[in-house]
């Protein structure tokens, strides 16, 4: 469902007793949208995903990108370039969670 952020601002100002915006201005409303997104999509890493090809480091240990919050998945490797397409590479075996908790402590 979605819901649209003028729809929560006008349920907040009625809840404040604030509808005309004397008190609390929009600026302030966006800004808490916002922060609640991002407090949810670093709660719930799928609530906020993006597909990236990135360039691993050798061994278990990686470096997620500046702007990921959370890796949800690697679902398989990939030829260098200038070969790589999305359907290369052998996909990546599900060691399931005690497997991968093995490599947490390097």
Do not use: H
């Not at 966006?30 to 906020?48: C, F, H, P, Q, T």
């Not at 990686?62 to 030829?79: F, G, H, K, S």
Request: hydrophobic fraction near 45%; charge should be negative; avoid cysteine.
């Amino acid at each position: 469902m979605t819901v649209l952020v003028g729809e929560v601002v006008d349920r907040a100002r009625a809840l404040l007793l604030d509808q005309i915006g004397l008190d609390y201005p929009d600026a302030d409303f966006l800004r808490w949208v916002n922060d609640a997104a991002l407090d949810v999509a670093a709660a719930l890493g799928e609530a906020s995903t993006a597909v990236v090809v990135a360039q691993l480091e050798r061994g278990a240990r990686q470096t997620l990108p500046p702007d990921a919050i959370r890796l949800v998945d690697v679902p398989r490797n990939m030829l260098p370039p200038p070969e790589t397409t999305l359907d290369d590479g052998e996909t990546i075996l599900d060691g399931g969670e005690t497997t991968l908790d093995i490599f947490g402590g390097l």
